[in-house]
Each structure stands twice: as C-alpha cells, then as structure tokens.
C-alpha cells in the first residue's frame, strides 16, 4: 500500500517532539497525539520518555509561574500596556477602548 510507512513516520515525529529542547505546547501535544495511538505507543514512547519530562515540565511550570509574579508585582513584562503618560505629565489608560472600536 502508498501509506505503508505512514504510522511510524508519524510516530518518529511525535517521538521527536518530545524532545526537551521542544516548547511545552509542542511537547503537549505530542502526549496527547501519542496517546490516541494506543497503548502499544504509550509503553514504548511515553513511558520511558516521563522522567526526563516531567523534570522539564516541573521547570517550565516554574519560570511561567515567575514571569507571572513579576507581572504582578510590577517586575516588568508591561511594555505597551497600561497606563502611559500625557504631554502635561497625567496618566491616562492605553487599554481603554473608545465606542468607534466596537
């Protein structure tokens, strides 16, 4: 058949996309798709594969909870919104939409 190779190619690139140095979303989603691939795929590409990400998930968990408490602490991260200050030195609020953009 034309689509012979067709599951383990796309199992190679899901099992790629598991890869640390992936963003989490991508690596997200190849759990999930790994998964819908039965359980044959989740003993042989998930399970070995766990430690390593949950060690790099506990990490990525950890910066977004930091960029979080920056933000709201006022620790950065607020370019371009806000509040922005006028010619006479008053702040006005840059988020505040005008009955024209509806």
Do not use: W
Request: proline share 3%.
């Amino acid at each position: 058949s034309m689509y012979s190779n067709l599951q383990p190619r796309i199992t190679k690139a899901l099992f790629d996309a598991l890869a640390l140095d992936k963003p989490m979303t991508t690596r997200y989603g190849a759990i999930v798709a790994i998964s819908k691939l039965g359980a044959l795929c989740i003993k042989l590409l998930l399970l070995p594969s766990l430690s390593g990400l949950e060690s790099s998930i506990e990490k990525d968990l950890m910066s977004t909870q930091h960029v979080l408490n920056s933000r709201v602490t006022g620790g950065g991260g607020g370019k371009g919104k806000g509040t922005e200050k006028t010619k006479n030195g008053k702040s006005k609020n840059k988020n505040k939409s005008s009955s024209s953009d509806m």
